[in-house]
Each structure stands twice: as C-alpha cells, then as structure tokens.
C-alpha cells in the first residue's frame, strides 16, 4: 500500500482499516506517503479517525513485520532511517528478489521543487473537500483529480516518471518496481521491467498482493487490486 496521507481530508481511514483486517497477509510494505507531514504541519493535529489508522498499524506491528519506506509527505523519517521500531522497519527504499520498492518522489521533476510541491498538496485537499460536496449533491465530477492529472502534466516535460523508474529499476538489477507517489494505479511492463504503482487511498483504494511460491523469496505472483 501506499499513498494513505493520514492528516489529510481525502484519506479513506474506514477503507484502510477495512482491508487491513479482512485481507490475509503475513507481513505489510507500506510504500511511502503514508503520514502527511507536510498537511500535519499545517493543522497540527490528527483526527478521532487518523489516529484509528495510526493506531491499528502500531497494533498489527505487534504481531506482523511492518516495512514502512518514507516518500515526501513522511519525508521526516528520511532523517532517521534505517530505522528499527519493534517489528517496523522504516527504510527509503527496499530491495527483495528482484523487486525495488520506493516511492519515487525523487525521481520525479516537481517534486524537486520543494515549494511547489507544498503549494500542490494543500490545493489537492482543498479539492478533496469540494469533491466531497459535489458527491453530496450527487456530482460525480473529481476535481482533485481533475487537478492532479493536470498538473502532471503541465510539467510532464520535467520526467517521463515511469520511465525513470523502470531506468532506475535496471540500474539496480531488479525486473520490477513496485512504487507509489502519483496516485495513478498501473500494473504494465516497459522495457522487459515489470512497472507496478500502487495507486493511493484518497481516490482509488488500491493495493498489491504478493503471493510467494512456497514461500521463497523472488517467486510468485504479483496483483494490484484497485476498490474504486
């Protein structure tokens, strides 16, 4: 999973908590994004229902390991990692059978422009409120996402995001990534490298499922699953 952005106004807590205790897993990749600290700079506090989350991660960390990869939003933790909290492991990128998984913010143009990467984040949950209100009156119109699509691509010059990733991907000798970062689910193969985004939990309520063959490391079967 990726891309929760607890603290923010779009994130889906009730799905989150949902899935994670009716889907069956043995250890859970958390792939960046998943606090929004630059959102909790701004309002300084979590809701009733963002600590839930917060609190049913630290609860399955007692029983399950916990791979938490830090992307811009918890860009905080990047001070700290690697980093070990009990059976959470707090890296910036994870590496295991050929699969890399980050969440690829730094491989994506505008986010090297710090600001106006925090100028985008607070316009997109502004529009998760209005989106939230036109749902109300039956508008079935996202102009978050509207926004988000949009943005990506005034400056798709800047990237080409997935191709970066998958030329990052050969770099580490890895025939997949697994990333997260632009909130667009996708599951393709691009140049013999496997390209799989996890998507995000404010739109699209997707996820990834990696089933081991006999339980050895580097087989098996990956599936993104998309609840929109």
């Not at 990692?81 to 994506?108: A, R, S």
């Amino acid at each position: 999973m990726s891309d929760l952005h607890i603290g923010s106004k779009g994130c889906n807590t009730k799905a989150i908590i949902n899935l994670l205790k009716t889907v069956e897993y043995d250890r859970l990749i958390l792939v960046g994004d998943i606090i929004d600290g630059w959102l909790f700079q701004r309002y300084k506090k979590f809701s009733a229902e963002h600590n839930k989350v917060i609190r049913k991660l630290f609860k399955i960390s007692k029983e399950k390991e916990i791979i938490w990869i830090s992307g811009n939003h918890d860009e905080f933790l990047r001070k700290y990692t690697p980093m070990q909290l009990g059976n959470i492991k707090i890296v910036d990128e994870f590496i295991e059978g050929g699969i890399w998984f980050c969440h690829g913010d730094k491989y994506d143009g505008i986010i090297k422009m710090h600001w106006l990467g925090m100028l985008g984040s607070i316009g997109y949950d502004a529009a998760i409120v209005i989106d939230r209100l036109l749902k109300k009156i039956n508008k079935k119109t996202s102009l978050s996402k509207y926004l988000k699509d949009n943005v990506k691509a005034a400056v798709s010059f800047m990237v080409d995001y997935e191709h970066e990733m998958i030329r990052q991907a050969k770099k580490r000798n890895c025939h997949t990534v697994i990333c997260g970062h632009i909130h667009t689910p996708a599951d393709k193969t691009i140049d013999n490298i496997r390209y799989i985004n996890t998507g995000d939990w404010i739109e699209n309520q997707s996820y990834v499922l990696y089933e081991l063959s006999n339980y050895e490391i580097g087989s098996g079967t990956l599936k993104l699953y998309n609840n929109n």
